[in-house]
């Protein structure tokens, strides 16, 4: 797929019964998307839209489904997507296959975001805090995003994968995710040998998915081919979000525990 149409959308083996995955020092090899040694967002594809830099983020106490936050000019590394809460989603230029990936994120009273690895394949960004369990699903915290179709009207064509346990944190707080994520394989002819694969996913420390194969894109990303290789893509324009400490390296083979 070329990168373009993203902007659209604006060796494994068994050990003591351990999957194996060659050992990397716990700060070798990240690179920063957002915060960190990257304070703007140049990692990003044009147009970005209305992202600003901000000095702190809480719950807007008076407004509790928006965040309270001031803009500023020093580099702080936090990005919120703005006073309404809806702009561009954004893109990376570079494009990963397997891939580890760690994040802070915080989302008022209701709102809903996301991470697409490689552009297709969503984790849930939302609010479920206090959600019961019967009523918990793949739209909620964590959970592997349902295939849908844009028409006559968006809905859903089957349940996702929700999370394990609901991880949600209260509103307005500050959260993790953890994610080891192996991309889809293909022959030397193209053709499809092995589904994309989320092997661990933490929020707030909890494990909400663990060696999920998931056999196609999904949202309405189902449709779209897959690919070895492709960005990450956070959402921006389904609700208020604050990023901060967003950063990716490659996944090499090392126990995953």
């Not at 659209?8 to 083996?13: E, T, V």
């Not at 040998?193 to 092997?199: C, G, R, T």
Request: positive net charge; hydrophobic residues 35%.
């Amino acid at each position: 797929m070329h990168r373009r149409d993203f902007a659209k959308l604006a060796c494994l083996s068994c050990c003591s019964g351990s999957l194996v995955i060659k050992t990397q020092a716990a700060d070798e090899g990240w690179i920063d998307l957002i915060g960190g040694t990257s304070n703007g967002l140049e990692a990003f594809i044009k147009p970005r839209g209305y992202w600003k830099q901000a000095a702190s983020v809480t719950l807007d106490a008076a407004r509790p489904n928006q965040l309270k936050w001031t803009e500023t000019t020093e580099k702080t590394g936090i990005w919120v997507n703005g006073p309404s809460g809806r702009t561009n989603n954004l893109v990376s230029h570079q494009a990963f296959g397997d891939l580890e990936v760690m994040l802070d994120f915080n989302v008022p009273k209701g709102s809903n975001s996301g991470i697409k690895l490689q552009g297709l394949y969503e984790i849930q960004i939302y609010d479920s805090h206090g959600v019961a369990k019967e009523k918990f699903d793949a739209s909620g915290m964590g959970g592997v995003y349902p295939r849908a179709e844009l028409l006559p009207r968006y809905h859903h064509i089957d349940k996702g994968y929700p999370a394990k346990v609901n991880p949600s944190a209260p509103p307005g707080q500050w959260q993790s995710m953890h994610i080891l994520f192996r991309a889809p394989k293909f022959d030397a002819n193209g053709k499809k040998i092995a589904s994309a694969k989320f092997e661990k996913v933490l929020i707030n420390g909890q494990e909400v998915h663990r060696n999920l194969t998931v056999p196609s894109p999904t949202g309405h990303a189902y449709v779209l081919p897959e690919v070895a290789q492709g960005p990450i893509f956070l959402q921006g324009d389904h609700g208020p979000v604050a990023f901060r400490n967003v950063k990716v390296r490659p996944l090499t083979d090392r126990p995953v525990s």
